[in-house]
Structures are given as structure tokens and as C-alpha cells.
């Protein structure tokens, strides 16, 4: 099992978030595990120009992106962990996010497993949450679940995460099923085809890619 975890706090191992994280990590024990500090990456924000949808994984901007979507291609399991900003994600995983929308367009995490990590001032995590959930789905990717923590993280906290590795560890082994969720991506899915048919010349690539899956 190869997990790709992703931080994107800025205080990097100083990070709440990281050190809960780390103790999912340590339930799950993966085979395979790749850390990916978001503040080591350059990331520019997303222009809009298509060319990922004309040419897919391609992109004019010249920084780290691609690499760290490569990783996420190639990982089973996605931890992403991102304190609370203001009830969102932090910029630079919103930017993560903006420049993937390749992966929404072609529902590229389909088979995988994403995993939310928060921690806040106040306890208050839910829009954090329900918005990695959101990106897991909207990408094709089954959300396994989330801890979260009000900051500093304490040792009570520190078990459940491990107990929720542990979860997670059982759940892209046995590749568990969330019926309600492969729902949402299937609706998800039909949605984009018909835009994926409507925008065939402009977004060139994937409507390729798309026949090559004969979704279309
Ligand atoms: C720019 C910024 C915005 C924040 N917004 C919130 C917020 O809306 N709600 C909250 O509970 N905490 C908020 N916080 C506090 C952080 O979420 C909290 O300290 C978190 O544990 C930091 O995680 P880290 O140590 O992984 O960086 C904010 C902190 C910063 C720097």
C-alpha cells in the first residue's frame, strides 16, 4: 500500500496538522509512504488556459505541480492535512487543488482513497472537512474518513488518529466500499460527460481520454 501524505501547513514539522497526521501514518503503516510539505513546492496559482484539458498532465507553468500530481497518481491512499484558514483549506493546498481540475474533468482518483487531516484554534473543523471530502469526491476518490483537533493536539487525540490509520489502513486493503459516495461519483461522472462530449475540439486530451476508458 503506497500512501502520499500532503501538508499544507506552513510551519512544516511544526505543523498541528502534521503531528496528527503523523500519528494516522503510524496506525497505517503503509508499505509505502511518501510526505509531501507543501511549502517546500512551488505552486503558482492556476491561469485557466486549458491546456491540461487539450493536453492532459501538460501545463505551461513551470513549477511543482505536476510532480505532485504524478505522486497522488501513483499513491493508493491520499492524506491530506491542512489546518483550518478561515474554514478553508490553506492557499497553498486551494492551489493544489485549482491546478488539478484535470483529475475532476476525468475522475483520475477513482479507485483511491482520500483522507482529511484538520486542526484549528477552535475546534471548529467541519467546513475543512466537508470541503477535502468534496475534492476527494468531485476527483473520483472514496473519502475514508477524517480526524480533526483543536490545537495543540493532545495524547487522547494523538490514540484516536492512530485508531483512525489503523480504520484506514483496512479500508483501501480491502478496498471498502462507500455505496452512498460511488453514487455521488457516478452522478459526477454523467455530469461531466456531457460536457466532455459538448467541449470534444477544445479539451482535446481528455475527451480522448474518456473514449480510451469507453465512458464515451
Ligand atoms: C491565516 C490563519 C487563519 C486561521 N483561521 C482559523 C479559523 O478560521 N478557525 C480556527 O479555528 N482557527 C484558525 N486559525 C488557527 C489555525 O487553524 C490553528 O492554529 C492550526 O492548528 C494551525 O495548524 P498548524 O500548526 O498545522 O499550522 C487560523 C490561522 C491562520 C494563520
Redesign the pocket.
Known amino acids: 500500500m503506497k500512501i502520499v501524505l500532503i501538508s499544507a ?3 512544516k514539522n ?5 503531528a496528527l497526521a503523523q500519528e494516522v501514518i503510524k496506525g497505517c503503516n503503509p508499505e509505502q509512504l511518501e510526505t509531501i510539505h507543501l511549502c517546500d513546492y512551488k505552486i503558482e496559482f492556476c491561469r485557466h488556459c486549458e491546456r491540461c484539458h487539450r493536453k492532459i498532465m501538460d501545463c505551461p507553468i513551470k513549477d511543482d505541480v505536476l510532480k505532485i500530481m504524478k505522486k497522488m497518481l501513483a499513491a493508493d491512499g491520499i492524506i491530506l492535512a491542512s ?5 478553508c483549506v490553506t492557499a497553498s493546498m486551494k492551489a493544489l487543488f485549482d491546478r488539478s481540475t484535470h483529475f475532476i474533468h476525468c475522475k483520475r482518483l477513482l479507485g483511491k482513497y482520500i483522507a482529511g487531516v484538520v ?6 473543523d467541519e467546513p475543512v472537512v466537508n470541503y477535502i471530502k468534496h475534492y476527494a469526491l468531485t476527483c473520483g476518490a472514496q473519502f475514508a474518513g477524517s480526524i480533526s483537533s ?2 495543540p493536539v493532545d495524547e487522547k487525540t494523538k490514540e484516536k488518529a492512530r485508531v483512525f490509520g489503523e480504520k484506514l489502513h483496512s479500508i483501501i486493503k480491502n478496498k471498502k466500499t462507500f455505496k452512498n459516495q460511488l453514487k455521488i461519483i457516478e452522478q459526477g461522472k454523467a455530469e461531466f460527460k456531457d460536457l466532455i462530449i459538448l467541449r470534444k475540439d477544445s479539451w482535446r486530451g481528455e475527451y480522448e481520454y474518456w473514449k480510451k476508458q469507453n465512458w464515451i
Open positions: 501547513s506552513p510551519r511544526n505543523s498541528q496538522t502534521f489546518p483550518n484558514y478561515i474554514d486542526s484549528s484554534g477552535a475546534g471548529y483543536r490545537a
